[in-house]
């Protein structure tokens, strides 16, 4: 290795990025194990899966807390990028568990569907730890596209289809619209690098229509990742469309890995221009609460009901950006980890009323649960209020520590309009409730469980109670995370 | 600056000679033909020309997915060519590392070759459905 | 003389997008098109950016129109060629076409550019490689597993299942 190449990277560089290539790499070998293995003996797809998660998942924790930064400053191992990571890993293991029966049902049954799921795990950990533009992109690219075909992995399902061709189209759309917002703070500060760009907006007059342009793009490209309004027009067709588990994995994987990279790009790279994009993003926050709970309200579906619930959630975690504190970071870090459990937790459930011909996606079919399935109508009870954020709940506590960072920087309007949405949100929670447990059942119910989807329920909801009642330890956690303004 | 530019572009101008005569050339083939050319109006005049064969309904059909297929590898392997590009211009000073860089860029391209070929997408007169049933290698 | 050859290029260039989207028959919407980026590919010589000329035939004029030349051949064309585009009034879209323009001329001439070209350094292709091999090491590695992701993504999508 000759001088030149070695003054742009060093073994070391390898080494950080060791679960990525783990994870990379497994998919590639899937892809081709899948091919190799006769159809009697499927179950090995996932099951590599899983043991790849859990191996990079060893190499993180192994690696954790050495805040190395690799390849000359676009790639780093700091305790952000690992708490995120973390929660990737919980997401991907819980959507291989509850895909294992589910797709033998709806006949789906390719290894090319863990394949997918791996690659885009992998490019959600690019993005956790990705501090230069051009990192952050590629790794937004590599976490999508993959689900972009696993939402329409239904090939005989019309919904499905049309969900995916939605998706691509306004997600190739979105993602030219980032593209421009990077090429204009490139051509603004001359860097891609996040520090470098911060440092150049300190020093350098950088402002004027032309930055405040590229900021509107990043933060239209992002809120559409995230699915916040006015960009979430996407997600409930996407969300109703695509095969449950799938719906489950984007709505807490990609989102999350969204906003790591939204907190990474407006907290550390254009941080000195906090008073420009602040107003923005309060402006997407406060439209996702309104429009995404409201919405919800009328929805018959259970899917596009959690669909725009899942838009509401948006906004909550945006108000802890908007917040622009380290208190904030860390609210909305929590949130994220919490929203994993409690949406997996209830997707597993509607996952679970999938059987034979019973397609179990409407709201009216979970009627009269409380009477006939006590354990599971329980379970979803505890979900819907964790969402809905009743304690002593995970959800509250996690809404609770984002007011608080809001109250704590004045921003006290703001925390009232959220917790005047988080009632209108319980209405429609509860209204799943009252169906429940106030209704006699129409017909016999049946439920596909599996093990891996009970395992997954049992952990979320350990998880959305335990976190709710002693948040402590998750809570410091994510506060030693945040990185520091 | 302008001087220096101009001395620097000076090559340019056979370019530009050339795309003039290409605009002129292609223009008087197109005007004189047009003005000198004989024409006839007759029956089959408008009909499409099938090597002597009565023609059979509309050319407008439904190609099959597969062009389709084929074109989006052919994507997907031309961004590879344009990386390859770059690096057969900067081989030498990208050595070794570059060398093992490239290896194993393509080595994953590669796979998906591999895949593709065992999954018969490559196949054309055959079947173009997924072998499901294939015999371990 | 650079002027004269960006005022030809530019010109082409416009003239064939404005082809690309009013011309009716599809097949010839996009040879406008591919007119349209070749002339942009002959934009970038003139920026000194060879590679990027390059890349622009590669991908645009090669790849991808083929697979637009497809498409257009897969999907049933009478009824797109009977269908007025755009479906809404003319008057408008050309409205809301020079609006955007006007606004993205104004914010360029707004926004005081601090930075002129990068100096001392020439994108040629060969500088190109050396930092993709260098200092782009990574988001290179990155692009081919997106690739493979890719196709595995439009196989998984397109094909037929048994």
Partial sequence: ?485 | MCLSAAAQYAPLWPLAVYFVAVVILVGAMLVLSHALGERRRGRLTSVPYESGVVGTGSARLHFDVKFYMVAMFFVIFDMEAVFVFAWAVSAREAGWAGYIEMFIFISILLAALFYLWRLGALEWGTSMKIRRKIEPL | MEKLFFLMFAAVAIASGLAVVTVRNPVHSALALIVCLIQVAALFVLLRSPFLAAVQIFIYVGAVMVLFLFVVLILDMRKAVLQAFPPVKKRFVVGVILVLSAQMVAFVFLTPMGLGPAQGWEPTVESIGRVLFTKYLFPFEVVSVILLAALVAAIVIAKERQ
């Fill in chain 1, 1 to 485: 290795m000759n001088s030149e190449v070695a003054a742009f990277f060093s073994p070391g560089d390898f080494l950080a990025i060791l679960p990525e290539m783990v994870i990379a790499g497994m998919a590639c070998l899937l892809l081709l194990v899948d091919i190799a293995v006769p159809r009697t003996k499927k179950c090995v797809v996932p099951a590599l899966a899983v043991l790849s998660v859990a191996v990079a998942a060893w190499f993180s924790y192994e690696l954790a807390g050495s805040g190395v930064s690799a390849f000359s400053g676009m790639f780093v191992l700091d305790g952000y990028s690992d708490f995120f990571k973390l929660i990737f890993y919980i997401v991907a293991v819980f959507a291989i568990l509850v895909s294992l029966r589910y797709i033998r049902t709806e006949e789906i049954d390719l290894g090319e569907y863990y394949v997918l799921l791996l690659f885009s795990l992998s490019g959600m950990m690019i993005m956790a730890s990705g501090t230069d533009l051009l990192t952050i992109y590629l790794g937004l690219e590599l976490a999508s596209l993959p689900v972009y075909a696993l939402v329409g992995f239904l090939q005989k399902s019309r919904k499905s289809n049309e969900a995916a061709m939605k998706y691509i189209i306004l997600g190739a759309f979105s993602s030219a619209i980032l593209l421009y917002g990077i090429s204009l703070i490139y051509g603004l500060t001359g860097t891609t690098q996040l520090a470098a760009i911060s440092a150049a907006l300190v020093t350098g007059d950088v402002n004027g229509p032309l930055f405040t342009l590229a900021v509107i793009m990043l933060v239209a490209g992002f809120g559409f990742k995230v699915a916040g309004f006015p960009f979430h027009m996407w997600a409930p067709d996407a969300y109703e469309g695509a095969p449950t588990p799938i719906t489950a994995f984007m709505a807490a994987g990609p989102k999350a890995a969204a906003f790591a990279v939204i907190m990474r790009v407006f907290l550390e790279g254009l941080y000195p221009a906090y008073d420009s994009w602040q107003m923005a993003i309060a402006a997407v926050a406060v439209g996702s609460m309104v429009v995404g709970n409201i919405t919800a309200i009328l929805q018959t579906s259970i899917k596009r009901m959690l669909a725009f619930s899942s838009v509401g959630h948006a906004g909550y975690a945006l108000l802890g950006l908007v917040a622009g504190s380290e208190e904030g970071m860390a609210s909305v870090m929590f949130y994220l980890f919490v929203y994993a459990f409690m949406n997996l937790g209830i997707f597993g459930i509607v996952i679970m009323m999938r059987k034979d011909s019973q397609s179990g996606d409407q709201i009216s079919h979970y009627t009269g649960l409380g009477k006939s399935n006590r354990l599971t109508a329980l379970a979803m009870l505890i979900f819907l209020f964790s969402l809905a954020g009743i304690p002593p709940t995970a959800g509250f506590i996690a809404k609770f520590y984002v007011f608080m960072a809001l109250i704590n920087k004045g921003m006290v309007g703001l925390a009232v309009i959220a917790a005047l949405m988080s009632a209108v949100a319980a209405y429609y929670y509860i209204r799943i409730v009252m169906l429940m447990y106030m209704r006699e059942p129409e017909k016999e119910f049946a439920l596909a469980s599996s093990r891996g989807l009970l395992c997954v329920l049992i952990i979320a909801l350990a998880a959305v109670v335990a976190l709710g009642v002693y948040p402590g330890y998750f809570i410091d956690l994510a506060r030693y995370a945040a990185f520091p303004l």
